[in-house]
């Protein structure tokens, strides 16, 4: 990993010959008893160590990123996940509501503008991965990025239509449904090439059709050694202490038990490996999985 910037709420570096840019929309303290099934504050305790300071404030409250990753590949702008957005209502979360949030003034900061995207994917259809999907112009939804493709996996839409809950219903009218409506909609399955750089890849539980990114960057030009492959995953794990204890189970996963075997597996598989995990609410970068101690845990 090249950290070539870093200024705010932006980051700036690179995985072989992807740029990657790391824009953040918000940053939050939460409590575990939020996310996880019977967790509080005191779980944490035998990980104190590596979760502190990034992780984990002082008072063992969970920080966590809400970002999106703009990746250049050699062929395509790519933006994966778009986050809260702004003037957004009946969220489920407070402070999500009617915010006014500097995401696209970053994301023009970063040299991005929104015309330049040409594909948006978003791991699943919660409300924090599709907010941006969308902004409010004269009183309509309309697609944020107007010239991109918007990837959606045909498989997730299927269970979020029969969706009948009110905040369900609220990301279906102001974050999907206008996208489908634009007709800027690409209908892919759970394994799906974006270019020979970036892919779909199936991690099913937290939703029916959750799909994570993987990234093959090759060699950087005229650059030696550095990371050549890192991996999206979603909210295949939420915070990093998953990698330590995968079998928590987030309150928010459709099918908890799936969800612990998909996790599980990917964290044995990629323990030890040179593929760093860009956490989609990681409060870093990129980390690594390791095992130390015989304990799992990651490596900055």
């Known amino acids: ?32 008893k939020v996310l996880y099934v019977e967790k509080d504050r005191n779980a944490f305790a035998p990980h104190l160590d590596w979760l502190q300071p990034h992780f984990l404030d002082d008072a063992k409250g969970m920080l966590l990123s809400i970002h999106s990753f703009v990746l250049k590949t050699r062929h395509h702008t790519i933006l994966i996940d778009t986050c809260v957005g702004n003037h957004k209502t009946d969220s489920g979360f407070p402070q999500w509501n009617n915010r006014e949030g500097n995401y696209l003034a970053e994301l023009r900061a970063a040299g991005c503008r929104p015309e330049d995207v040409d594909f948006v994917f978003c791991t699943h259809m919660h409300v924090d991965h599709t907010g941006w999907n969308t902004q409010l112009k004269d009183g309509r939804w309309v697609p944020t990025f107007p010239n991109a493709k918007y990837l959606f996996n ?15 219903r609220a990301v279906i009218e102001q974050n999907i449904k206008p996208i489908i409506e634009a007709d800027q909609v690409q209908w892919v399955d759970n394994v799906w090439g974006i270019d020979d750089q970036v892919a779909l890849v199936p991690t099913p539980g937290h939703t029916p059709g959750h799909c994570s990114v993987s990234l093959s960057g090759g060699k950087s030009r005229g650059k030696s050694g550095g990371c050549e492959s890192a991996f999206i995953p979603g909210d295949m794990m939420i915070h990093p202490v998953q990698i330590a204890e995968p079998q928590w189970q987030q309150s928010a996963d459709d099918d908890k038990a799936l969800a612990i075997q998909t996790r599980s597996k990917f964290v044995d598989d990629h323990c030890d490996r040179d593929m760093m995990i860009l956490g989609t609410h990681f409060n870093t970068t990129g980390v690594y999985i390791v095992e130390q101690n015989g304990q799992r845990r990651v490596r900055l």
């Open 154 to 168: 045909q498989r997730e839409w299927n269970n979020w239509k029969k969706a009948d809950g009110k905040h369900d």
């Open 1 to 32: 990993m090249n950290n070539d910037q870093l200024t705010g709420s932006t980051q700036l570096f690179e995985v072989g010959n992807i740029q990657i840019t790391k824009v953040v929309d918000t940053i939050e303290s939460f409590s575990p």
